[in-house]
């Protein structure tokens, strides 16, 4: 099993950047994929960004390209989100995910996810 804490949500200025991170425990993730979604208000979950185990692939959300960047620490065994010239369009609750199928590409598909954390709350004002 593998539990995955977020934390660095917290209320920013537009414009401001705000790095999150997402702490894995219980086995080693090093292999995995990891992958960032977000649910913003009145909208279903959606994805942000994924990392292959390596770090020599990524994939983002054509709305945050160029703003964020995914990262991961593997002998910390954590995951970051560099979030960049953030909007008021990026307030939501944001999940980190590992998807363990790491022979597969990356995917913005949310259930080839297998575990997920409890979300981090980022507010972006204007």
């Known amino acids: 099993q593998v539990q995955l804490v977020e934390s660095g949500g917290r209320l920013v200025q537009a414009g401001d950047s705000l790095r999150l991170s997402c702490e894995a425990s219980?086995?080693?993730?090093?292999?995995?994929?990891m992958g960032w979604f977000r649910r913003t208000p009145g909208k279903e979950r959606e994805f942000v960004a994924a990392?292959?185990?390596?770090?020599?692939?990524?994939l983002y959300a054509d709305s945050v390209k160029g703003r964020f960047t995914i990262s991961r620490d593997n002998a910390q065994n954590t995951d970051y989100l560099q979030m960049n010239s953030l909007r008021p369009e990026d307030t939501g609750v944001y999940y980190c995910?590992?998807?363990?199928?790491?022979?597969?590409?990356?995917?913005?598909?949310?259930?080839?996810?297998?575990?997920w954390g409890q979300g981090t709350q980022v507010t972006v004002s204007s």
């Open positions: 990392l292959k185990w390596s770090g020599g692939s990524t």
């Open positions: 995910a590992a998807d363990s199928k790491t022979y597969l590409p990356l995917t913005s598909a949310q259930e080839r996810y297998t575990y």
């Open positions: 219980g086995r080693t993730i090093n292999s995995f994929s």
